[in-house]
């Protein structure tokens, strides 16, 4: 399994931009953003194919939030930068990685997953 370690998360008002940081030792070719909020089930957000490959967005975030890839010497990141923040975005987020050669944003295909960051967007 990749071992994944988020961090990023804060306490923002509405209308302002967070920036979250995946740092993971290995790379698969499906990496995403997760995210639960609190008494809802967790839904994916943002995924990456492969290093410079498609990205996919939920419909709630598209616009307004970006996945990338970067790396930083041996240090490979996963970023979620996060624009125009509502109240509704707040959530435990979460970065994932799994296999496949179709990635999807549903929890089923991700088999490793970092401990989440909490996001609270206030109105």
């Known amino acids: 399994q990749v071992q994944l370690v988020e961090s990023g998360g804060g306490s923002v008002q509405a209308g302002e931009s967070l920036r979250l940081s995946c740092t993971y030792t290995?790379?698969?070719?499906?990496m995403g953003w997760f995210r639960q909020a609190p008494g809802k089930e967790r839904e994916g957000v943002a995924i990456?194919?492969?290093?410079?490959?498609?990205?996919?967005?939920a419909d709630s975030v598209k616009g307004r939030f970006t996945v990338s890839r970067e790396s930083m010497g041996a240090t490979m990141f996963l970023i979620l930068q996060m624009n125009n923040l509502l109240p509704e975005d707040t959530a435990t987020y979460y970065c994932?990685?799994?296999?496949?050669?179709?990635?999807?944003?549903?929890?089923?295909?991700?088999?490793?997953w970092g401990q989440g960051t909490q996001v609270t967007v206030s109105s």
């Open positions: 290995s790379s698969r070719y499906c």
């Open positions: 990456s194919s492969g290093d410079g490959g498609p990205t996919y967005y």
């Open positions: 994932a990685a799994g296999s496949g050669t179709l990635c999807y944003l549903s929890e089923a295909q991700y088999n490793s």
